[in-house]
């Protein structure tokens, strides 16, 4: 069975904290990405990864960066946490067909 | 950047009523899926549709693909409570193999 795995379902951080968001998969998939999902607007891209320790900038990079340094491991950090930053974000992977997602980190910037 | 426009944004129907999704954009795309997405779970595929045109089924729901591939929808028939739910469309990126996701529509079927 297809497994995503986010390390917390819900996070609540205080402004100007660095935040790390991890996320493993089992599915041997090159591509990984990173969404955030705020009611409205869908999922927004972030930042995405094609192979490991590279990375390309999605939509809405800014306030973000990323690490994949094994295939199956991609982190998202919050360099300096803002309020404007809570919201759900998603993290997925993809072979050729179908993306595959973790359950979600439900995050809040007091 | 590649956007896509569902509509409408919300729906709220009673069990029984048919409903029609729609997912454009000003972009042409090499293919398209639909997803649904149920509270606190991550988005589950339903659909990829890849040539201009084409019309799928599953079960009571009907996807199909514009002719210019730039626009899909989502017709549902007797919708269901088990229905409800959040529908995403999503548009491929091509050689980067990143989805674009749409707006999202929150559909609600009251038993």
């Known amino acids: 069975d297809v497994k995503v795995t986010q390390s917390s379902r819900y996070l609540v951080k205080r402004t100007g904290e660095k935040v790390f968001l991890e996320c493993v998969q089992d599915?041997?998939?090159?591509?990984m990405f990173w969404y955030r999902q705020d009611p409205g607007l869908g999922l927004r891209l972030i930042y995405f990864s094609y192979d490991v320790k590279m990375k390309e900038k999605g939509d809405i990079p800014e306030g973000y960066s990323v690490s994949r340094e094994k295939k199956e491991r991609f982190s998202l950090i919050l360099e300096s946490a803002s309020t404007n930053q809570t919201s759900m974000y998603l993290c997925?992977?993809?072979?050729?067909?179908?993306?595959?997602f973790g359950q979600g980190t439900r995050l809040t910037v007091v | 950047t590649q956007l896509l426009e569902q509509s409408p944004q919300f729906l709220s129907i009673q069990e029984g009523e048919n409903l029609t999704v729609y997912c454009n954009s000003s972009?042409?795309?090499?293919?398209l899926q639909w997803y649904r997405q149920e509270p606190g779970e991550g988005p589950v595929l339903l659909v990829t549709v890849v040539t201009g045109g084409e019309v799928k089924k599953l079960k009571r729901l009907t996807f199909q693909f514009g002719d210019a591939r730039k626009d899909s929808s989502l017709h549902i028939t007797a919708a269901q409570p088990g229905d409800t739910g959040l529908y995403l469309c999503?548009?491929?990126?091509?050689?980067?193999?990143?989805?674009?996701f749409g707006t999202g529509t929150l559909l609600a079927v009251q038993p």
């Open positions: 997925a992977t993809r072979g050729n067909t179908e993306a595959f």
């Open positions: 972009s042409v795309f090499s293919s």
């Open positions: 599915m041997d998939h090159e591509n």
């Open positions: 999503a548009g491929d990126g091509g050689a980067t193999n990143k989805l674009i």
